[in-house]
C-alpha cells in the first residue's frame, strides 16, 4: 500500500512538472535549482554515506570523488570576487580556458571507477576495467562529442533525466507495480509530448531578473548544447523567441523539477530519513537555509560555492546507477533470475 501510494504521488508529480515547466520554463528552474536543489544534495548524500557508497572500495571511492570534484570546481571559483582583481592575468585565463576541457575526463574516469568497483569483485579485474577507462579517456579526449556528453550532459540532464528514468525503472523490479511501470512509461513519453505539443510563443515573456540570472550563470550553454546535440541548430545561438530553445527549456525545467521532486517523494520507500538523528537533521536544515539564503543574495554566488557539492551528489550516485542498469539489464536478458 505504501509503494502504490508514492507510485499514485509521483504520477501527479509528473504531471504537476510537467505543467509548471510549460508555464514557467525559466523561472521554475531557477527556483527549483536554488530552492529544493541544495536539500536533495545534503540529504542524498547523507544517504549514500549511510550505504557505505554502494561499494566495497569506499575509501578509495569516496577520495576520488571528491578530488575529482574540487579538480572541476576550480574554473567556476575563479569567477567570485575575490578573484576580480586577478581575472585578466595570463594564467587565470588559461586555467579558465584550458583546464575545462581536460577537466571533463573526470566524469568519465569516475563512472569507469564505478563499474570497476561495482561491477567486478577481483582486484585484477578491477584494474583492467579502471586501466582501459584511462587508455579511452585519452584516446576520446579531441572528440568533441565526448566532450559535450562527459563535460556537459552527464552531470545535468543525463542525471536529472536519464538516471532518474532508471532508477524508477530499477525500483519497479521488486515492487512489480502497474502504477510504477506506467509512471517510468510516462516519463519517457515527456520529451515526445514537449515536442509534439503545440506551444505557442505568443504572449510568452519573461522578467528582466529572471533573464539576467539566466545570462549571467550561462545556463543557456545547456540549452544550445542539447541544440546542436540532437541537430537542431548549430549551438551557438540561443533565443527567447526561438520555439526550439524554449521548448528545450521547457524539457530542462521539467527533468530539474521532478528529479528533485521524485527524491523528497520517496522517503518512506528507500528510508533515507531514518538515520538522519536530530543532530544531522539540524545541520543539514541550516545548511540548506544558508545556501537558499547565498542564491537569494547572490544566484552567481551560491552556484558557484554550491557546485562542488553539486557535483560530487552526482559522482556518489554512480555506483547506483551501475546497480540499477545491471539490474534491468539482468531483467531483460535473464528475467528467471530477478
Not at 127 to 138: D, E, K, P, S
Request: one cysteine or more; charged letters at 10%.
Amino acid at each position: 500500500m505504501k509503494t502504490y501510494n508514492v507510485d499514485l504521488l509521483n504520477t501527479g508529480l509528473i504531471i504537476i512538472s510537467l505543467i509548471f515547466a510549460y508555464w514557467l520554463p525559466f523561472e521554475l528552474f531557477i527556483f527549483v535549482y536554488a530552492v529544493l536543489g541544495p536539500l536533495h544534495y545534503f540529504t542524498e548524500i547523507n544517504w549514500i554515506r549511510d550505504k557505505e557508497y554502494f561499494v566495497e572500495n569506499n575509501k578509495i571511492w569516496i577520495s576520488l570523488t571528491i578530488i575529482f570534484c574540487v579538480l572541476l570546481s576550480i574554473p567556476l571559483l575563479l569567477r567570485l570576487p575575490v578573484f576580480e582583481a586577478f581575472k585578466d592575468a595570463t594564467i587565470t585565463k588559461q586555467i579558465a580556458y584550458y583546464v575545462p576541457k581536460y577537466l571533463n575526463s573526470c566524469s568519465f574516469l569516475i563512472i569507469a571507477f564505478a563499474i570497476a568497483f561495482v561491477g567486478f569483485k577481483k582486484k585484477i579485474h578491477q584494474y583492467i576495467v579502471i586501466i582501459l577507462g584511462v587508455i579511452l579517456a585519452v584516446l576520446l579526449h579531441f572528440y568533441e562529442l565526448y566532450q559535450v556528453i562527459f563535460g556537459i550532459l552527464v552531470p545535468t540532464v543525463i542525471h536529472v533525466y536519464l538516471f532518474t528514468l532508471l532508477f524508477m525503472w530499477y525500483g519497479n523490479l521488486k515492487s512489480k507495480s502497474r502504477i510504477g511501470y506506467f509512471n517510468v512509461l510516462l516519463l519517457f513519453a515527456v520529451p515526445f509530448i514537449i515536442a509534439f505539443v503545440d506551444f505557442s510563443l505568443y504572449n510568452f515573456s519573461i522578467g528582466e531578473t529572471t533573464v539576467g540570472i539566466y545570462n549571467q550563470n550561462k545556463f543557456h550553454m545547456l540549452n544550445m548544447t542539447i541544440s546542436k546535440f540532437f541537430g537542431f541548430s548549430n549551438g551557438t545561438t540561443f533565443s527567447l523567441t526561438n520555439l526550439i530553445d524554449v521548448k528545450i527549456q521547457i524539457f530542462i525545467a521539467f527533468a530539474y523539477t521532478y528529479h528533485y521532486l521524485n527524491w523528497f517523494s520517496k522517503t518512506t520507500v528507500i528510508g533515507w530519513h531514518k538515520k538522519l538523528t536530530q543532530k544531522r537533521s539540524l545541520l543539514i536544515l541550516t545548511l540548506w537555509i544558508v545556501s537558499v539564503g547565498l542564491y537569494f543574495y547572490d544566484y552567481k554566488i551560491g552556484l558557484t560555492l554550491l557546485f562542488f557539492l553539486s557535483l560530487l551528489h552526482v559522482f556518489m550516485e554512480f555506483p547506483l546507477n551501475v546497480i540499477s542498469i545491471k539490474s534491468i539489464g539482468a531483467s531483460i536478458f535473464n528475467p528467471k533470475k530477478t
